[in-house]
């Protein structure tokens, strides 16, 4: 499976944006689908994670209330939309899928997009 990340973007703090990741085919059921980060000279960390099945989104406590992430079936597309953006936000956000469920190992997901990069400014 291809993952194809747009999105990103230069942004002041408080502002937002709206991550895309294209699948070049429709998961199984018994996929789970995930956002990771990774900023300059840090692990790549598990900011969001779902079933491709719907069930209810994980989210890293670092983004409860200001993240939401979302699926559109139709077009085998997840998303990832950022709000009230803060500095430590500024990070390369990447797409990964796995079987199983959304765990937070970023070593458990097989398939990864290349990354996009989101700066924001203070």
């Known amino acids: 499976v291809q993952l194809v990340e747009s999105g990103g973007g230069t942004v002041q703090a408080g502002n937002s944006l709206k991550l895309s990741c294209k699948m070049s085919?429709?998961?199984?059921?018994?996929?789970?689908m995930a956002w990771f980060r990774q900023a300059p000279g840090k692990e790549r960390e598990f900011v969001a994670g779902?079933?491709?099945?719907?069930?209810?989104?994980r989210y890293a406590d670092s983004v409860k209330g200001r993240f939401a992430m979302s699926k559109d079936g139709a077009k085998n597309t997840i998303y990832l939309e950022m709000n009230n953006l803060k500095p430590e936000d500024t990070a390369v956000y990447y797409c990964?899928?796995?079987?199983?469920?959304?765990?937070?190992?970023?070593?458990?997901?097989?398939?990864w997009g290349q990354g996009t990069q989101v700066t924001v400014s203070s």
């Open positions: 779902i079933w491709w099945a719907g069930n209810p989104v």
């Open positions: 085919e429709r998961p199984f059921s018994s996929r789970a």
């Open positions: 990964a899928g796995r079987t199983g469920s959304p765990v937070t190992g970023a070593a458990d997901y097989r398939d």
